[in-house]
Structure formats: C-alpha cells, structure tokens
C-alpha cells in the first residue's frame, strides 16, 4: 500500500488552545509577624498564661525557617516540697524550623532559651529568684487569610533546679 497525504488548500490549520488551570497563589510565610498567645502550664506548678509573640521567618521552597521570641504573664502555682512556688512571667527566645504543606499548612519544631521569675514561700519567709532555662516543642500553623494566622503549639520547658532559702533545691 501506498499513502498520500493530502491538505485542503482551503482549510485553515486552526489554533489549539487550553485555558490555564487556575492555581490559587502561593502563601508565603517570609517576614515578620506579631501576635498573641495564651495557654496553660502543667507539672509541679500549673495555670494559664497570657502575652504577646513577635517574629520573622524566612522560607526557601517548602522549608520555612526563623526566630520568635514570646513574653507571657503567668498564674503558674504550686506547692513543691512543701514550700509553695509561684511564677509571674516568663520569656523565651527560640529558633523555628518547619515544612510548608499545601497552600496554608506549616508544620514546624521550636527550642531556644526560656527565662521565669519564681517566687518561694514558706512559713512566711519568701525568696525569689529569676531562672535561666531552655524548651522544646513542635507546633502546626494555618493560615487563615494572607494577614491572619493561628496555631498550636506545645513546649516543654525546663529551668532546672534552683537554691532558695540558701540551700533548699527546687
């Protein structure tokens, strides 16, 4: 068998065309934020605690890395060997190293430093003291619109153990 090809010469060769698929833009989670936070504590002491956050970000790809430092009013009580400990505040400063998942999903690790002050009674003697410490956690974020984001994180926080009274650790 033999074949020819043969073209009209009156047939225009017509355009092939698609419509773009539409791609909602990309959240992006570089620069710098504000914010506030609220929670709970539990362990030897517990309560709520209220403040304000600020931080910046910065994002290659999906990989999102930064710094956030937090600054919160606590009701922190408890009563540790006998001796009732209470903490006002407490700070921390603390990397951030997460992956950006989908449009609007950051799922990230935290650690850095983490300062209180404690305040111990007993007896009606009391001695306070401000601690130096260091945290951990994990948190995921949303964002809700491209201004507003909200997330949950935990953070395990440790300020070790501290002399009061001139030689009771707690």
Do not use: C
Request: no cysteine; glycine share 18%; net charge neutral.
């Amino acid at each position: 068998g033999l074949s020819i090809a043969a073209n009209a010469a009156d047939m225009a060769a017509k355009p092939i065309y698609k419509a773009p698929a539409y791609q909602a833009p990309m959240y992006s989670w570089t620069g710098p934020y504000v914010g506030i936070v609220g929670g709970g504590s539990f362990g030897d002491i517990s309560g709520y605690n209220f403040g304000g956050t600020l931080g910046y970000n910065w994002q290659m790809g999906a990989f999102v890395y930064g710094i956030e430092g937090d600054l919160s009013y606590t009701s922190n009580d408890g009563t540790v060997s006998g001796v009732k400990i209470t903490q006002d505040y407490m700070t921390t400063v603390r990397g951030r190293f997460g992956w950006a998942f989908g449009q609007r999903t950051l799922v990230y690790g935290t650690g850095g430093y983490a300062g209180s002050n404690f305040k111990a009674t007993v007896a009606g003697l009391s001695d306070e003291k401000f601690r130096n410490g260091w945290t951990l956690g994990a948190g995921v974020e949303y964002a809700l619109l491209p201004q507003w984001t909200i997330k949950a994180e935990y953070l395990y926080i440790d300020y070790g153990s501290q002399n009061y009274f001139s030689g009771t650790a707690l």
